[in-house]
Antibody, heavy 122, light 107 residues
Framework: QVQLQESGPGLVKPSGTLSLTCAVS?????????WTWVRQPPGKGLEWIGE???????NYNPSLRSRLTISVDKSKNQFSLKLSSVTAADTAVYYC???????????????WGQGTLVTVSS | DIQMTQSPSSLSASVGDRVTITCRAS??????LTWYQQKPGKAPKLLIY???SLQSGVPSRFSGSGSGTDFTLTISSLQPEDFATYYC?????????FGGGTKVEIK
């Protein structure tokens, strides 16, 4: 059974870069799935940040694209998020998730990490 | 972007009640609609995918229906462990988008 685990600093200074890694265990990152980042500001709803395929192809939320980089490291079976020029508005719980793909029924996030709170503050 | 609108944003219900949550997409998304349950401090949990398919291990009191732009999540008999926030999400096109959530509280 695939498991995901986020890691990274819990505190980032304004204008700095938020960096997180998601380790994939129990399965290969080279499977037929997209590897995704989702965030949730305290007390608010869910926002899709972006995703990457093992080939390196990526999709980003246009609202974050100019500040966002998502990368994959197949040798370590993990993928990463970098969000630059952060402000307090980027304070959120950040989740990594697996988006399972099908040809007929669409796709869905079937496996999630536990989430990690990142606070942007000086 | 496809906007997902859930209603109501919150509801109060009693154990044993039948609960219905609706989700409307701003354009047709076929059946590319997923429902999640989220409890405080926890990651979302997959309930329903493809608008109506029950994820393995999810109790049969949960059901989903709809196609195109209008979808519903129904809990046939609310149980104590069902008090949570529910989100819909479309996978028809990127950016993938979620509804604003429906918080189900104890009456």
């Amino acid at each position: 059974q695939v498991q995901l685990q986020e890691s990274g600093p819990g505190l980032v200074k304004p204008s700095g870069t938020l960096s997180l890694t998601c380790a994939v265990s129990g399965g290969s990152i080279s499977s037929y799935n997209w590897w995704t980042w989702v965030r949730q500001p305290p007390g608010k709803g869910l926002e899709w940040i972006g995703e990457i395929y093992h080939s390196g192809s990526s999709n980003y939320n246009p609202s974050l694209r100019s500040r966002l980089t998502i990368s994959v490291d197949k040798s370590k079976n993990q993928f990463s998020l970098k969000l630059s020029s952060v402000t307090a508005a980027d304070t959120a719980v950040y989740y990594c998730a697996r988006r399972a793909m099908t040809m007929v029924r669409g796709s869905w996030f079937d496996t999630w990490g536990q989430g990690t709170l990142v606070t942007v503050s000086s | 972007d496809i906007q997902m609108t859930q209603s109501p944003s919150s509801l109060s219900a009693s154990v044993g009640d039948r609960v219905t949550i609706t989700c409307r997409a701003s354009q047709s998304i076929n059946n590319y609609l997923t429902w999640y349950q989220q409890k405080p401090g926890k990651a979302p949990k997959l309930l329903i995918y493809g608008a109506s398919s029950l994820q393995s291990g999810v109790p049969s009191r949960f059901s989903g229906s709809g196609s195109g732009t209008d979808f519903t999540l129904t809990i046939s008999s609310l149980q104590p462990e069902d008090f949570a926030t529910y989100y819909c999400q479309q996978s028809y096109s990127t950016p993938l988008t979620f509804g604003g959530g429906t918080k189900v509280e104890i009456k």
